[in-house]
């Protein structure tokens, strides 16, 4: 299918106007999409479930303005957070405590401690997260995170389920860590499961959940508790080629409801179902904006741009595929086939590799698509190279939400 934002790229004057108000690399983000993925993804939830709670992993994007403007559009959206930086992030998006999750792991007393005093849902991966949680103060309410011995995610390196991955409480373990904390006075407890990112089948949710499922009546079973949520974490994955299908998160929710009531058949009783989608409500919502730098023919064809592995850096972590469009001209004939590359010293510093593209000249606007999630969240400065600006756009106007770095900024610490 092609790209929701295609008309965003194929807009030149729109895409010009940007580049020259705030330069590139740029992050555009289209207000419009974003709220549609949320209501469509809210809409889902109430579709299928009696009692429901959405939160955004803010992992995928941290920008705060981004995160009022999500929050503004659901106002009963809560936040899933890792760090105490994203829990600054949060708070600044008007979100209450109550209403996030703090999921970290192999969590120090800092991390720890900030949690605690936000009044999130404290998420553990570890039993051993508990023996350090109790040094500082113990909540009220508590869930661990399971690792059902198995996961699934695009690459290898975004699997969180699994014997390889460092995540979670193995499921053999999982009841002793729900004994531990009830025999410390925790009456109130949740449960989580996050095996990987990405996914884009639906049965891989369905037989998740029944593992979760299964350890859920375990865990109330042993300790004579009522969960008072079970969430299966994010992991929703959207298409990065047209060929490739999009999820029918309604379907997918559809069937998780069955599975759910079959195991609680009292609706009113069962648990409150909880799920943490970062890159389904704003990866593809996201273009990164950028210019021809350099072309060169030597034993591969390069195209140079302004961004480059600093600015996006799934592609050269995992080998991730993003759709490049040049800007204005997206069904422009690809007469050749190219690396696309930025202007790092690493030999990794690939957007594209082997990519039928068009004749571009240098000064040239090239969209990259889906950059959404993991963007800007994993953009670096190295080779001394400042962070870009990121925009919001709204129908009419364009909202500058984070000022491009300077290598001032860079440095700003280094004055001691
Ligand atoms: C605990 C947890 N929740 C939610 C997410 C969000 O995942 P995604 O962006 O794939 O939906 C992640 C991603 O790593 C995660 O680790």
Redesign the pocket.
Known sequence: MAHPLLHIANDKNLMESLAEEYGTPLYVYSAQRISENIQRFNNALQLSFNKYHLCY?V??NNNPNLVSYMKSQLPLLGG?C?SPGELCVVKQAGMSGEECIY?GNYESAEDLQSALSSNAWINLDDITSFDRLKRIGLPKRLSF?INPGFGKGTFSQ?V?GGKDAK?GVPKEKIVEAYRTAAAEGIARFGL?C?TG??VLEKAYFENMFNALLAAAREIEAAIQCSLEFISV?????IPYKNEEPSLNIEKVMENLSTIFYQQYPDRAQAPSFWC?????LV?DAGILLTKVTGLKEGYRNFIGLDAGMETLMRPGLYGAYHRIYKVGDVDAEHSQVVDITGRICENTDRLAVDRPFPKVGEGDLVGIMDVG??GYAMAHQFNTRPRPAEVLLHENHSELIRKRETIEDIFQNCNV
């Open positions: 992993a992992k995928a899933d890792s999921s995170r975004v969180t995540f989580h996050m990112s990405g974490g994010g992991g929703f994955g943490e989608p970062g890159k389904f990866g999630a993991y």
